[in-house]
């Protein structure tokens, strides 16, 4: 068979018959593929999980481990909470908003609240804290317990002979280093929590002692309330000094300013701006309707003239036609009529024609000078309207300039006055603050209130053991989930015939499971041992004839499977030469002839297995045959009929490859290679050829073309798809139609083929109860 280049196969005549065409196809008319693409269900995701579950409960596992681990070495934490009452409140010395940031502002409670605990975790106040609770003393310094002396430690004073603890008692740190430790220590120890939908905030100190604590608590929130009343007694200060130094300023400015407008006033002729701006825009309003109106006039005017001086006496306008005019006009007309009748009757030469001519002539010559008087006029009224326009435009251009000096003056008359009027307000309000401010200045007020005083804690708050056992046990099921999906990620290969109709875009035959599958619990009872028979003469004779030695096991009941959705994929002409192949070699694809021909012949159809992996034959050590094969007929040595031979099973004959060729790759794309396929079609219903791997040699190529389709062998989970897609591209480069893909050697027990043994766990109740047979065909 060869391709003709129009997607079509021609089988070449052998015995004088007309030469066959078939439509090639590249995929089964029955497979679309899915219409929505590849689709990532939820169940993929938790057959992810189920595949990966060891290695997320280690995780998990671990980090329980290491959480602790880690709480049983931590130092018992107290803590120790004090509650207080912050109110917000305008403190605004200035009537305008000022800059300075040490100054409480009249923000929203939210961002007033924000800056308050801001305040409290500062390092001045807490400076304030240590100088108060006395933390800034060398013999007050708190040095925690030690659990354990470090062992490097004290080996290090063995080998030195001097003690560690005696070094260090040596050393006097100063009163400064004492003071920031201490200062660090308790922003360190120091927490603050707003409680929500509340104006009250939680202060918070831990300490590993209980009683200094609930100690350094209340001192913070006594100081604070006092570093707030100090804050605010300063800021009134500072203002009253500024608005003392403003107020002199002020007072001089205010009278430059009156003095200044009063000036430009004279200057510019100014004494009331806002009418004469009125009366200004009013003219300069009325003169440009009238400019408008003139402008309209002129245009029908000259629209007038215009026309006129175009017309003629046959189509003088109408509208523009005088009583005069109309009715030189009619009587034009009249004897018009009258001489053509006269003319008609007593011809031109009569003297009553004559003299009505000479009429005629008369009434043409005043009707032509009403028309150019007609014309004259217009122009007139054309020219009287144009010197009315220009006088009016003038006119408006005149105005136009003194509405915009006007403008121009009352604009920097008004920033003038605006800018007295400013300073004039400022200088009163900060007339009226500087009285204020030496009243508040006197007054001791605090918007903040003690709640609740610290009390001594009773028991220690960190470590949290349930708190640190739950978040490592969600850290380790997030980072086992994660792992598991990476490791699911980086794993990419084929494993289900979903996969090969996504990731491959070729319709799926369906799946082979494994021999250890099928022995452990999908094909038969432990209690029935029976059909525990059919898998240990599988597992002693192998399953490339497993439809034949276990003919109810899983697996031969798989190959029906198979051979069943082969034959309705096209079901009014099912595939007769059928090649199967693999990508790589050891996937199963001799196995699959083998079991695919005893399926089909145990349909009573005549099937011929074609052994043409000339490299690495294995049919003939299957059926245990030898002598004359392929390779002999196609080097000439013996006729095809000479190489055929019928096994001892029923309606199965074969064709071993024979003798090994230095070049099976030629001799398969030979003619005698096409006379063999074609003298076999005519003689048996169904022709299954086995091949070499396709991306290992090219033998796969030069036969598929010649058949009528070929099935292509996958081992589970063993090809990534890139590996598949490369066989595709190679068959349809050849023109190959490709009837699907068959998942070989599947382990069932994998999570990804849940669905799957579900299916074939149900198999196990509709075993028969006969004994397999158990010994192997041989060929005759």
């Not at 899915?34 to 999980?49: A, D, E, N, T, V």
């Not at 510019?268 to 300069?284: F, G, P, R, S, W």
């Not at 697996?555 to 499977?561: D, L, T, W």
């Not at 062998?713 to 066989?727: R, Y």
């Amino acid at each position: 068979m060869a391709d003709n280049g129009n997607n079509k196969i021609i089988r070449p005549d052998i015995a004088g018959a007309p030469v066959e065409y078939f439509e090639l196809s590249p995929y089964p008319a029955t497979y679309s593929g899915s219409p929505f693409g590849p689709r990532k269900h939820l169940r993929r995701y938790l057959r992810q999980i189920q595949r990966r579950k060891w290695v997320i409960l280690a995780f998990i596992l671990a980090s329980a481990l290491i959480s602790i681990a880690h709480t049983t070495r931590q130092t018992p934490i107290y803590k120790a909470t004090a509650k207080l009452e912050i109110d917000q409140q305008s403190n605004n010395v200035l009537p305008y908003q000022d800059f300075n940031n040490n100054q409480t502002y009249n923000y929203f409670y939210e961002e007033f609240l924000q800056t308050q605990i801001k305040h409290i975790t500062s390092s001045t106040l807490a400076a304030r804290v240590v100088e108060a609770a006395g933390l800034d003393r060398v013999d007050a310094t708190v040095v925690p317990p030690e659990r354990k002396r470090n062992r490097l430690a004290a080996l290090w004073s063995r080998v030195t002979g001097r003690s560690v603890e005696k070094e260090k008692a040596t050393v006097s740190p100063s009163r400064e280093t004492v003071r920031q430790q201490a200062i660090n220590r308790v922003l360190g120890g120091l927490s603050v929590t707003p409680i929500k939908n509340s104006r009250v905030v939680e202060i918070s100190y831990s300490s590993s002692n209980p009683e200094e604590a609930a100690r350094i608590a209340n001192i913070i929130t006594s100081e604070y309330i006092d570093y707030n009343f100090q804050a605010k007694y300063d800021a009134t200060s500072r203002a009253t000094d500024f608005l003392q130094k403003q107020l002199v300023d002020l007072k001089s400015k205010v009278e430059e300013s009156e003095a200044y407008l009063i000036k430009y006033a004279r200057e510019h002729n100014i004494l009331n701006v806002t009418e004469k701006k009125d009366v200004v825009h009013q003219a300069l309003g009325d003169i440009s309707t009238q400019l408008t109106e003139a402008r309209s006039i002129r245009m029908d005017k000259e629209s007038v003239y215009l026309t006129l001086a175009k017309a003629n006496p046959e189509n003088f306008p109408q509208a523009l036609r005088t009583p005069l005019i109309e009715k030189l006009q009619s009587s034009l007309f009249s004897a018009e009529q009258e001489l053509a009748q006269l003319s008609s009757q007593f011809g031109p030469s009569m003297p009553q024609v004559k003299q009505l001519r000479s009429k005629m002539q008369a009434t043409r010559q005043q009707l032509a000078r009403e028309q150019q008087l007609a014309i004259e006029n217009a122009y007139k009224e054309y020219e009287t309207a144009m010197a009315r326009e220009k006088l009016l435009a003038e006119a408006f251009n005149k105005q136009k300039v003194l509405a915009n000096n006007l403008n121009e003056s009352s604009i920097h008359y008004n920033i003038l006055q605006r800018e007295v009027e400013t300073t004039k307000q400022l200088y009163d309000g900060l007339l009226q603050r500087l009285k204020e401010a030496g009243v508040a200045a006197g007054l001791k007020s605090s918007n903040i209130r003690v709640v609740d005083e610290a009390k001594v804690p009773t028991a220690p708050f960190n470590p949290d053991v349930r708190k640190n056992l739950a978040i490592a046990l969600m850290l380790g099921l997030m980072g086992g989930l994660g792992l598991a999906f990476f490791l699911n990620y980086l794993d990419n290969t084929v494993k289900t015939p979903e996969d090969v109709e996504e990731m491959i875009g070729l319709p799926s035959l369906g799946l082979i499971p494994s021999l250890q599958s099928a022995r452990s619990r999908y094909g038969y009872r432990p209690s029935d041992k029976k059909r525990k028979t059919y898998f240990n003469a599988l597992a002693k004779q192998g399953v490339e004839l497993a439809s034949l030695v276990a003919g109810s096991s899983l697996i031969a009941e798989s190959y029906r499977a198979v051979r069943t959705a082969l034959l309705l994929s096209s079901p009014e002409n099912p595939p007769k030469i059928i090649t199967v192949t693999s990508a790589r070699a050891g996937e199963g694809k001799t196995t699959t002839v083998c079991n695919m021909a005893l399926s089909l012949a145990q349909t009573g159809k005549s099937v011929l297995i074609l052994d043409c992996d000339m490299r690495r034959p294995k049919v003939k050590k299957i059926f245990k045959e030898n002598g004359a094969g392929l390779g002999e007929y196609l080097t000439g040595q013996v006729g095809f009929s000479d190489v055929i031979r019928e096994t001892t099973i029923p309606n199965l004959s074969l064709v071993h490859s024979g003798t090994q060729t230095p070049n099976p790759g030629e001799l398969l794309g030979s003619l005698r290679m096409q006379n063999a396929i074609e003298a076999s079609s005519g003689v048996f219903d169904y022709i299954l050829i086995d091949t070499p791997p396709l991306m290992t040699v090219t033998d796969p190529l030069i036969v598929a073309p010649m058949t009528d389709g070929v099935i292509l062998v996958t081992k589970g989970a063993k090809n990534p798809p890139e590996i598949l897609k490369k066989a595709k591209k190679n068959l349809e480069m050849v023109h190959a139609r490709i009837l699907g893909v068959l998942c070989n050697n599947v382990d069932l027990h994998s999570s990804d083929f849940t669905y799957y043994y579900h299916q074939y766990a149900e198999y196990a109740s509709y075993l028969p109860d006969e004994e397999p047979g158990n010994s192997r065909p041989s060929a005759s």
